[in-house]
């Protein structure tokens, strides 16, 4: 299996400009992680999908931010209006829960809003 | 409040001797804990992980030690070697269905002088 599949590996905005990060998870993986990666705040979940649904979006930081999973192999992360501070890197992860804890990890967007 | 501590940014550690990461936690919940290790523009990848009802568990050069009453864990690395120069992350989680959440600790760089 190729892994967990990020694009694009590197973004570059300007602020208010909408982004779109997209993640392609393992092939039957049923569970979904979108993380935030910051040198203050460490590796934050964002979002978590179980079977194509969101069970738990308290960690996405503002109405500005929004994640889709329409189908088992594909979800995107939307960022609009994009601000400064939303610069980061940002992993996706997916697993096979329950019952595996294990959750493998994508290689990253790196975001960079100016 | 962070839940799961690595108190040392960074380690460095000479090749051929022994690696000691450290890992504290304060939430008791936690249950299983897990490592991984991130090399740079890659995401992390999963390395070893322990169950609360173990106190050891070893796979080739590496070992993690739990002590669930200093609610303390260490990743040993043995022999270590210039390949393992990476960020280390400490998580932990609460298993069992309906738990999926890991909470990372910031990690420790680990640099191998060969």
């Known amino acids: 299996d190729a892994g967990v599949i990020q694009s694009p590996r590197h973004e570059v905005t300007e602020m208010g400009q909408e982004v779109t990060l997209r993640c392609k998870p393992i092939?039957?993986?049923?569970?979904l992680f979108w993380y935030r990666q910051t040198m203050m705040r460490g590796l934050e979940l964002l979002i978590y999908?179980?079977?194509?649904?969101?069970?738990?979006d308290s960690g996405m930081p503002e109405d500005r931010f929004s994640a889709k999973m329409p189908n088992a192999s594909f979800s995107t992360l939307k960022i609009q209006p994009s601000e400064p501070r939303d610069s980061a890197v940002y992993f996706c992860?997916?697993?096979?829960?329950?019952?595996?804890?294990?959750?493998?990890f994508g290689p990253g967007t790196r975001l960079t809003v100016t | 409040d962070q839940q799961v501590k690595q108190n040392s940014p960074s380690l460095s550690v000479q090749e051929g001797r022994i690696s000691i990461l450290n890992c504290d936690y304060t939430?008791?919940?936690?249950?299983?804990f897990l490592w991984y290790k991130k090399y740079p523009a890659e995401g992390p990848t999963f390395l070893i992980s322990?169950?609360?009802?173990?106190d050891k568990n070893e796979d080739g050069r590496f070992t993690v030690f739990l002590n669930k009453s200093a609610k303390h864990l260490s990743l040993h690395i043995v022999p270590s070697q210039p390949g393992d120069s990476a960020v280390y992350f400490c998580?932990?989680?609460?298993?069992?269905?309906?738990?999926?959440?890991?909470?990372f600790g910031k990690g420790t760089k680990l640099s191998v002088i060969p």
């Open positions: 992860a997916s697993s096979f829960f329950p019952p595996l804890d294990e959750q493998y």
């Open positions: 092939s039957g993986h049923n569970s």
């Open positions: 999908f179980n079977n194509n649904v969101p069970i738990d």
């Open positions: 939430n008791s919940m936690f249950d299983y």
């Open positions: 322990i169950s609360s009802i173990k």
């Open positions: 998580a932990a989680s609460v298993s069992g269905a309906g738990s999926y959440q890991l909470t």
